[in-house]
């Protein structure tokens, strides 16, 4: 299902966002 795929690389952005803020300064280079 391709929605399906779709969810899982939102959701795995979203956790590499929460680690790249957690490891830098810069959170905001994800909000752009």
């Known amino acids: 299902n391709e929605s399906a795929a779709i969810l899982k690389i939102k959701e ?16 905001d280079y994800f909000m752009q």
Request: no cysteine; net charge negative.
């Open 12 to 27: 795995s952005m979203q956790e590499e966002a929460k680690r790249f803020e957690k490891d830098s300064d810069q959170p």
